[in-house]
């Protein structure tokens, strides 16, 4: 089946540094990738996503490219704020299943200023 | 209304009661969902709704689990007989349809605790 893999948390970055949170994932035909961004408090909102293979969404600085060779979808940023700190989820939509989506087990960012 | 809306925000109840969480999803769409978030788990799919179609209920983990919408519209999801094990956010999101291939909206979640 269907499933996403991304790095565990915490990630603590100082504000300013690059980052990147890595997401790999196994599906078969070819999936809608997604990150999605859980700040303290809130409901999950989309962050960016891309439809098909060599796509880079982008959004708020983030950016993430699909990568069918290596299956990825890493999530980048030049510069982080302190704003940023959230929990981040690499999402798929393959169509298939109940719900079609299968999401990751989240990321925790924190950002120390 | 502009968003999801759900209800309670925060439940804290006695193991063996019933509990119900309140989904109110934007106004138009007609996918609506149901998902747990366990610290360290993700997100755990519960069910799902679709139009006036039969609920795909699949990811239920048990049969305390119920959840119904009315009208196509507002949802509530049942846990009856509530365990310590069931302590999560329940976390309802909606779509324009599930041909909006991924991109749901959430709401901020009800967090059930257990006691």
């Known amino acids: 089946g269907d499933s996403v893999t991304q790095m565990e948390g915490p990630v603590t970055l100082s504000e300013e540094a690059f980052l990147t949170i890595n997401c790999t994932y196994t599906?078969?035909?070819?999936?809608?990738l997604f990150w999605y961004v859980q700040y303290p408090g809130e409901g999950l909102q989309l962050l960016l996503k891309?439809?098909?293979?060599?796509d880079k969404g982008s959004n708020k600085g983030f950016e993430a490219t699909y990568r069918k060779e290596t299956t990825s979808f890493h999530l980048e940023k030049g510069s982080v704020q302190v704003s940023d700190s959230a929990v981040y989820f690499c999402?798929?939509?393959?169509?298939?299943?109940?719900?079609?989506?299968?999401f990751g087990k989240g990321t925790h960012l924190i950002i120390q200023p | 209304g502009a968003g999801v809306s759900q209800s309670p925000s925060n439940k804290v109840t006695e193991k063996g009661k019933d509990v119900e969480l309140r989904c109110d999803p934007i106004?138009?769409?007609?996918?609506l969902y149901w998902y747990r978030q366990s610290l360290g788990q993700g997100l755990e799919f519960l069910i799902y709704?679709?139009?006036?179609?039969?609920?795909?209920k699949s990811g239920l983990p048990s049969d305390r689990f119920s959840a119904e919408r009315t009208g196509g519209s507002v949802s509530t999801l049942t846990i009856q007989r509530t365990q310590q094990e069931d302590s999560a956010v329940y976390l309802c999101a909606s779509s324009l349809s599930k041909g909006s291939a991924g991109e749901l909206f959430f709401g901020e979640g009800s967090r059930l605790t257990v006691l």
């Open positions: 599906a078969t035909g070819y999936p809608s």
């Open positions: 709704f679709q139009g006036n179609s039969a609920p795909d």
């Open positions: 106004s138009g769409h007609t996918a």
């Open positions: 999402a798929l939509y393959s169509g298939g299943g109940a719900d079609g989506l299968t």
């Open positions: 891309a439809t098909k293979a060599d």
